[in-house]
């Protein structure tokens, strides 16, 4: 069975430095495209991050950038985390809940960012003490074959109940991984002033979110759906054809 293929590469220098618009390589340009294998996204200091693009396996002819912070560099993932933090800082949280799995890596820096001793965690790892119903199921676009149940420790209760809380996460795309770990936290007495979300994909979560809780996701950046062109990716929506891939 063949594979089709458009514009995609490896991921391996991908998430390790940030570079400014003046050092961003041909194909990876600001603007309305179309992007080559990487899609740049403006940072609020003014810096670029070039993201990967990595096709829907559900409809390949559409991509979208991809972040992964767990693969970037450790000056990466501190920078990204602290801009994350200032974003949230105006909410003046008295907790931060790190999202797994890619939010933990992000959520320590938020938190000492914030001046919080600690971040609380949810997991997708259920320890033999912990509480079925204190567990919510989610799926993820990245492993919509996946269906996994996100728990919180019951020792982590006394911390949350009655406290202003704002989640943290690596992006945010169809909502699902969200809005699941968002109603667990809800029901044992939090509040949810925030979701902190390095990249927030397209607008397909506001749907899933709905619009009081699609009002309190902030972001460090935005990237929208991709469609594919002959020259690569754009937009969706702008001048997209699916004749532009490639059968291998």
Same mark, same amino acid.
């Given at each position: 069975?063949?594979?089709?293929?458009?514009?995609?590469?490896?991921?391996?220098?991908?998430?390790?430095? !940030?570079?400014?618009?003046?050092? *961003?390589?041909?194909?990876?340009?600001?603007?309305?495209?179309?992007?080559?294998?990487?899609?740049?996204?403006?940072? #609020?200091?003014?810096?670029?991050?070039?993201?990967?693009?990595?096709? *829907?396996?559900?409809?390949?002819?559409?991509?979208? /950038? +991809? $972040?992964?912070?767990?693969? =970037?560099?450790?000056?990466?993932?501190? =920078?990204?985390?602290?801009?994350?933090?200032?974003?949230?800082? #105006?909410? +003046?949280?008295?907790?931060?809940?790190?999202?797994? &799995?890619?939010?933990?890596?992000? /959520?320590?820096?938020?938190?000492?960012?914030?001046?919080?001793?600690?971040?609380? #965690?949810?997991?997708?790892?259920?320890?033999?003490?912990?509480?079925? =119903?204190?567990?919510?199921?989610?799926? +993820?676009?990245?492993?919509?074959?996946?269906?996994? %149940?996100?728990?919180?420790?019951?020792?982590?209760?006394?911390?949350?109940?009655?406290?202003?809380?704002? *989640?943290?996460?690596?992006?945010? +795309?169809?909502?699902?991984?969200?809005?699941?770990?968002?109603?667990?936290?809800?029901?044992?007495?939090?509040?949810?002033? =925030?979701?902190?979300?390095?990249?927030?994909?397209?607008? %397909?979560?506001?749907?899933?979110?709905?619009?009081?809780?699609?009002?309190?996701?902030?972001?460090? !950046?935005? &990237? #929208?759906?991709?469609?594919?062109?002959?020259?690569?990716?754009?937009?969706?929506?702008?001048?997209?054809?699916?004749?532009? $891939?490639?059968?291998?």
């Amino acid at each position: 069975m063949t594979a089709r293929t458009h514009f995609t590469e490896p991921t391996t220098s991908y998430w390790q430095r !940030f570079v400014s618009e003046e050092a *961003l390589p041909d194909g990876v340009r600001p603007g309305d495209g179309p992007w080559r294998y990487g899609y740049p996204v403006k940072l #609020p200091d003014g810096r670029f991050l070039v993201l990967p693009i990595r096709q *829907l396996r559900a409809d390949p002819s559409l991509a979208v /950038a +991809s $972040l992964i912070a767990n693969q =970037a560099a450790l000056e990466v993932v501190d =920078a990204l985390g602290v801009m994350l933090a200032r974003l949230l800082a #105006p909410y +003046s949280p008295e907790v931060v809940v790190g999202m797994p &799995t890619l939010g933990l890596s992000l /959520a320590p820096v938020v938190a000492r960012e914030l001046g919080l001793e600690r971040m609380l #965690p949810l997991s997708y790892s259920r320890k033999y003490w912990y509480d079925q =119903a204190l567990s919510a199921q989610v799926q +993820s676009i990245t492993a919509p074959d996946d269906a996994k %149940r996100v728990y919180l420790d019951p020792n982590l209760l006394p911390l949350l109940r009655g406290r202003r809380v704002v *989640l943290v996460d690596d992006a945010v +795309s169809s909502g699902a991984t969200v809005d699941a770990p968002w109603r667990l936290v809800e029901s044992v007495g939090a509040e949810v002033i =925030a979701c902190g979300v390095v990249m927030r994909q397209s607008e %397909r979560w506001m749907a899933t979110l709905g619009a009081e809780r699609a009002a309190k996701v902030v972001g460090v !950046f935005d &990237t #929208p759906v991709l469609a594919a062109v002959a020259g690569g990716w754009v937009r969706q929506g702008r001048d997209a054809v699916g004749g532009g $891939l490639q059968e291998i």
